[in-house]
């Protein structure tokens, strides 16, 4: 049994004031309601109906928010075996585990095996994992729908981002940078 650390809320949408629990793991840091709500004041026009991609899903808070705010469909990506049955077992309990799917796998590898495309990327992978840039790499090249965006939160001044993205948003906090990217 692993041990809960808190929880984070929905802030948003038909699940508001939903408590998604935050499982102790290591890189685990999810979004904080600040950034939550100044992302979803960003993608409030493009939300609705939308087909989302969490990566790196950690509690899936993104994704649930997505959720909660009328995606169509997320699908979470998880490796670690304890998150991402959490994740799927708060989705059931919520009654929506029908608008998601949970991958138990590695996210890279994910990317690179998935043909599917999606209006949305949450791209949130562990500080210092060197995973970001590879990950947008992939997704350029295949998982994002055209007018497609890609969220991504990464510490100030740790990542240069390629110049083929386009930033359409930018906020930070003390210490991270966060975008809401498109191509070209």
Same mark, same amino acid.
């Given at each position: 049994m692993s041990k809960s650390l808190g929880s984070v809320r929905v802030i948003g949408g038909n699940l508001r004031g939903t408590r998604v629990p935050v499982e102790h793991a290591i890189g685990l840091r999810p979004t904080s309601d600040r950034v939550k709500e100044t992302l979803f004041n960003w993608l409030s026009l493009n939300i609705e109906g939308a087909r989302c991609l969490d990566l790196f899903a950690g509690t899936g808070a993104l994704g649930i928010e997505s959720l909660s705010r009328g995606a169509s469909t997320v699908t979470f990506v998880e490796k670690n075996q304890v998150l991402g049955r959490a994740i799927s077992s708060l989705l059931t309990s919520l009654g929506i585990i029908s608008k998601a799917e949970v991958y138990l796998q590695d996210s890279i590898n994910y990317i690179k095996s998935c043909d599917a495309q !999606?209006?949305?990327? !949450? %791209?949130?992978? =562990? !500080?210092?994992?060197?995973? %970001? %840039? =590879?990950? $947008?790499?992939?997704?350029?090249? *295949? @998982? $994002? *729908? =055209? @007018?497609?965006?890609?969220?991504?939160?990464f510490l100030k001044n740790d990542v240069e981002l390629p110049k083929e993205w386009r930033k359409l948003k930018v906020g930070s906090t003390k210490s991270m940078q966060y975008s809401l990217l498109k191509m070209g």
């Open positions: !999606f209006d949305i990327i !949450f %791209l949130d992978p =562990p !500080f210092k994992s060197n995973l %970001l %840039l =590879p990950s $947008l790499e992939l997704i350029a090249k *295949r @998982n $994002l *729908r =055209p @007018n497609g965006m890609v969220y991504v939160e």
